[in-house]
């Protein structure tokens, strides 16, 4: 039946899935709004903000101000916390259809593309979604390896999260030592013998995803020369108009011709960003890899104003004994809930969630963020995203097809029945005060538990 909700006498009830930022932007839109409306947010880790703990480098801490918002509403009586409940394992999605009028996916794309070529499997090769979870501390990597023994590491990829893995491979450890990088990582990299990181993209430097802060940041590392290949630097009529017209493609180039003409160092240490290849075969010997073949490119019209890279058939072996790939991410599905495996995310439109790719709508369902949109865009762009999607949600309001009471004690019984350790927000304060402490003690902004035992421990 459809009652009027949203009122003191039958609040709106909002499952949010996810404690990222694309959640909370959704959260923030919602409380705004007219409407009396409660919100549970059902978060995998004991621990909230997603990406922003354990995506964002430990080099930018700025940007991790950003939580201060999201404290805010983690704190707003009308929002409960629910950490350290896995949707489709604690608890399922059509659970939370009867407990909840409407459901937001905010998982964001925990996973990684593969680039599809052989040995990618090799004992040295990895995503750089890993690399960056086990120096950021997320509990899932933390016991993840990486030699860091060798000369060279290979980066594939030109976005900012192939910056974001060089610079953490090659920034002073004093520098990322102060951060609240995860100490095993600082360790092992305070005792890495990597020399050189060479980044490899596979169309031209004008097409480079990166943003040129974290250019920028490439020629401030202290002992680091940032090598390129003049080669690189041809440039086709296409690339030449897109750089008239496009301002950060420009600014780059301006950077990267300016790192030409520097000097080097002669520490030996290095960056060598290498634009026309694609990876052809990771090799190995032992089941390890040492070196990765690839292929020069040209770039040629891809029929809608762009260019696309085509290969050559010229192909040359770079030695390294890790590859990390930098090529994109892709949402994790969830039992029970529709997914596009084809874009790795979950179908929706305009935020509504369809059965399928180009479906029907999922009544109650709805997606944002990277779930949403897929793997692009800043911490900022989910903002807009995200109230696009609560707009959608508020528009479904008058025809909502729902029970005329709800009690929010339910889930709490439910989670309790299945024994299920809920972090909820006073233990996530816990954690957070513990974490806090253990960094002031070393002038950090934190010490990051590492372990999900650690976490639940401190916050009982
Ligand atoms: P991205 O910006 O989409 O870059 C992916 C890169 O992988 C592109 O250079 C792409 O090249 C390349 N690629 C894709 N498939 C490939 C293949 N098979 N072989 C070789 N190269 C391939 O993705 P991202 O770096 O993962 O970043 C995700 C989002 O997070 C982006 O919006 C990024 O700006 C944002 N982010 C921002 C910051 C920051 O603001 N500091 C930090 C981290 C991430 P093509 O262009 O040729 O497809």
Same mark, same amino acid.
């Given at each position: 039946?459809?009652?009027?909700?949203?009122?003191?006498?039958?609040?709106?009830?909002?499952?949010?899935?996810?404690?990222?930022?694309? +959640?909370?932007?959704?959260?923030?839109?919602?409380?705004?709004?007219?409407?009396?409306?409660?919100?549970?947010?059902?978060?995998?880790?004991?621990?909230?903000?997603?990406?922003?703990?354990? %995506?964002?480098?430990?080099?930018?801490?700025?940007?991790?101000?950003?939580?201060?918002?999201?404290?805010?509403?983690?704190?707003?009586?009308?929002?409960?916390? =629910?950490?350290?409940?896995?949707?489709?394992?604690?608890?399922?999605?059509?659970?939370?259809?009867?407990?909840?009028?409407?459901?937001?996916?905010?998982?964001?794309?925990?996973?990684?593309?593969?680039?599809?070529?052989?040995?990618?499997? @090799?004992? *040295?090769?990895?995503?750089?979604?890993?690399?960056?979870?086990?120096?950021?501390?997320?509990?899932?990597?933390?016991?993840?390896?990486?030699? @860091?023994?060798?000369?060279?590491?290979?980066?594939?990829?030109? +976005?900012?999260?192939?910056?974001?893995?060089?610079?953490?491979?090659?920034?002073?450890?004093?520098?990322?030592?102060?951060?609240?990088?995860?100490?095993?990582?600082?360790?092992?990299?305070?005792?890495?013998?990597?020399?050189?990181?060479?980044?490899?993209?596979?169309?031209?430097?004008?097409?480079?995803?990166?943003?040129?802060?974290?250019?920028?940041?490439?020629?401030?590392?202290?002992?680091?020369?940032?090598?390129?290949?003049?080669?690189?630097?041809? @440039?086709?009529?296409?690339?030449?108009?897109?750089?008239?017209?496009?301002?950060?493609?420009?600014?780059?180039?301006?950077?990267?011709?300016?790192?030409?003409?520097?000097?080097?160092?002669?520490?030996?240490?290095?960056?060598?960003?290498? =634009?026309?290849?694609?990876?052809?075969?990771?090799?190995?010997?032992? %089941?390890?890899?040492?070196?990765?073949?690839?292929?020069?490119?040209?770039?040629?019209?891809? +029929?809608?104003?762009?260019?696309?890279?085509? *290969?050559? +058939?010229?192909?040359?072996?770079?030695?390294?004994?890790?590859?990390?790939?930098?090529?994109?991410?892709?949402?994790?599905?969830?039992?029970?809930?529709?997914?596009?495996?084809?874009?790795?995310? =979950?179908?929706?439109?305009?935020?509504?969630?369809?059965?399928?790719?180009?479906?029907?709508?999922?009544?109650?369902?709805?997606?944002? %963020?990277?779930?949403?949109?897929?793997?692009?865009?800043?911490? *900022?762009?989910?903002?807009?995203?995200?109230?696009?999607?609560?707009?959608?949600?508020?528009?479904?309001?008058?025809?909502?097809?729902?029970?005329?009471?709800?009690?929010?004690?339910?889930?709490?019984?439910?989670?309790?029945?299945?024994?299920?350790?809920?972090?909820?927000?006073?233990?996530?304060?816990?954690?957070?005060?513990?974490?806090?402490?253990? %960094?002031?003690?070393?002038?950090?902004?934190?010490?990051?538990?590492?372990?999900?035992?650690?976490?639940?421990?401190?916050?009982?």
């Amino acid at each position: 039946m459809t009652h009027t909700i949203g009122n003191a006498a039958r609040p709106l009830w909002v499952a949010v899935v996810g404690a990222g930022p694309a +959640g909370f932007y959704a959260i923030e839109s919602l409380l705004k709004s007219d409407a009396q409306v409660r919100v549970d947010i059902f978060e995998r880790l004991p621990t909230p903000f997603g990406l922003v703990r354990s %995506g964002v480098a430990p080099d930018h801490q700025s940007i991790k101000g950003v939580t201060r918002i999201y404290d805010k509403i983690l704190a707003d009586e009308r929002v409960r916390f =629910f950490g350290h409940v896995t949707v489709g394992h604690d608890i399922t999605p059509d659970e939370l259809l009867t407990h909840y009028d409407q459901v937001i996916y905010a998982v964001g794309a925990q996973s990684d593309r593969k680039m599809g070529i052989p040995g990618e499997a @090799l004992v *040295g090769s990895a995503p750089a979604t890993a690399f960056v979870g086990w120096y950021n501390a997320h509990p899932d990597y933390r016991d993840a390896q990486f030699d @860091l023994q060798c000369a060279r590491v290979v980066v594939i990829g030109n +976005g900012n999260v192939a910056m974001d893995v060089t610079r953490a491979l090659m920034a002073p450890v004093d520098e990322l030592a102060t951060t609240d990088m995860a100490d095993h990582a600082v360790a092992a990299l305070r005792a890495s013998r990597v020399q050189q990181v060479v980044m490899l993209g596979r169309r031209g430097p004008v097409q480079a995803a990166f943003t040129t802060p974290e250019l920028k940041e490439f020629g401030e590392l202290h002992g680091v020369d940032v090598l390129l290949d003049a080669d690189d630097f041809v @440039l086709d009529e296409t690339s030449e108009t897109y750089l008239s017209t496009e301002k950060v493609a420009a600014r780059n180039m301006d950077v990267m011709r300016d790192y030409m003409a520097r000097a080097p160092h002669g520490s030996g240490r290095s960056i060598h960003m290498q =634009f026309l290849w694609s990876p052809v075969e990771i090799i190995g010997a032992q %089941g390890r890899v040492t070196g990765i073949v690839v292929e020069r490119n040209r770039l040629e019209p891809d +029929g809608n104003g762009g260019v696309k890279a085509v *290969g050559t +058939g010229v192909t040359r072996t770079i030695e390294c004994g890790l590859v990390l790939r930098s090529v994109g991410y892709r949402s994790v599905p969830i039992a029970g809930v529709p997914f596009d495996d084809k874009r790795g995310l =979950f179908p929706n439109r305009d935020g509504r969630m369809l059965v399928s790719a180009g479906g029907d709508v999922l009544a109650r369902c709805y997606v944002v %963020g990277w779930a949403k949109r897929g793997p692009s865009g800043v911490i *900022g762009t989910n903002k807009p995203d995200s109230v696009a999607t609560v707009t959608a949600m508020k528009e479904d309001w008058p025809t909502l097809q729902v029970p005329t009471h709800r009690d929010g004690n339910t889930i709490v019984q439910l989670l309790a029945a299945r024994h299920v350790t809920v972090i909820d927000y006073a233990k996530w304060q816990k954690i957070d005060a513990h974490e806090s402490a253990a %960094g002031a003690a070393h002038g950090r902004p934190r010490v990051k538990l590492t372990r999900v035992a650690d976490m639940l421990d401190v916050a009982q």
